[in-house]
Every structure is written in C-alpha cells, then in structure tokens.
C-alpha cells in the first residue's frame, strides 16, 4: 500500500474546485514558482507520512469531491495515481488536479498516465507571479488553465472558456 508525503487536508474547502471539498495537499515540486501560496510544500521530505488508508478514511468520512494539490500531486504521480484509483472505483468521486506542469508535458509523459485517467479536471500550469489575476475562478494566473481531462482526450484542440461565462462547465457528472 502506497504512503505519502503530507502537507495538510482541508475538509469542506470551497477554494479548489466547485462545491464542498476534500484538498489534500501533497509534500515535493520542483517548479518553484515566483509568489508561490504554499512554498512550505516544495521539499519532498515536507509534511508527514500517511498512507493510502488513512487518507481514503477522511475522504469517505467527508463524502466531498476530491482535490490533489499541493507541491505538485505529479510529484508523487505512482501512489496519488493509486488512491486516485480507489477513490473512483470504492467512493465515486470526482477529482480535480492542481499541477505546475502543463497538460503538453503531462500526456507525454508515460509516467503520468495512470494518475491522468482518473482525474476530471486538471489544473495545469505552473503559477506565474506577472500574470496573476484574482479574479480568476480557481487559478491564481491566466496562464493556467482548467481542463476537463476526459474532453481533452477526446478532442485536443478542447479548451474550457472563461468560467465566469460558463458556470455549467464546472457540473462534473461521474460515470
């Protein structure tokens, strides 16, 4: 059974993602981004150990949809594709990514594919302090960019528009 490096849950949060809930923020990044909210989570070595079930009984305690964050859930892309996994196949639950590394550099990377399918909607790029804006709905620079993982598959030319246009394009339905 997979264990991670911890930063912090938040439970009931409203800040990444659309509706109530479950952040788990993971320990290690190495994108080291200027005006970074969370630098605290850039050492691997940061946080505490937890693993696989611990985490899935504070998910399945909350009930909320799931949100990996972090550092960058990449980092740690074996394990966090693994509970990524059981959360889809025990609990249902819809899962959004927050990564500094960008949807291009994401899907050619083997390594990244099996945490990649089982997330909804990813958040990719890396934070950039001389674009940020906030009033972007769920990202902290314009740069970033908040796909719906299985549209993109789907067709690669897919890009999700201004939320604040289209509040509907944030009704993730789980198969």
């Not at 490096?5 to 659309?18: L, S």
């Not at 889809?88 to 550099?105: A, S, V």
């Not at 940020?132 to 719906?148: A, P, V």
Request: proline share 6%; aromatic share 10%; hydrophobic share 35%.
């Amino acid at each position: 059974m997979p264990t991670f490096r911890v930063i912090d849950i938040v439970e009931g949060t409203t800040v990444d993602g659309p509706g109530l809930r479950t952040s788990i923020y993971f320990a290690g990044c190495t994108h080291h981004c200027e005006g970074c909210h969370n630098p605290q989570s850039w050492p691997a070595n940061a946080g505490k150990d937890m693993d696989e079930d611990a985490l899935m009984e504070v998910i399945r305690y909350n009930g909320f949809d799931v949100t990996f964050t972090g550092g960058d859930p990449f980092f740690q892309a074996s394990a966090v594709a693994h509970l990524a996994a059981r959360i889809k196949q025990e609990l249902h639950l819809g899962i959004w990514c927050y990564t500094g590394y960008r949807w291009e550099d994401i899907i050619a990377n083997p390594n990244f594919q099996p945490l990649l399918q089982h997330i909804d909607v990813l958040v990719d790029g890396p934070f950039i302090l001389a674009l940020r804006d906030t009033s972007l709905r769920f990202r902290g620079s314009s740069n970033q960019r908040i796909i719906d993982v299985k549209r993109k598959i789907i067709n690669p030319n897919y890009e999700l528009r201004n939320p604040k246009d289209h509040p509907d394009a944030f009704v993730i339905r789980n198969s």
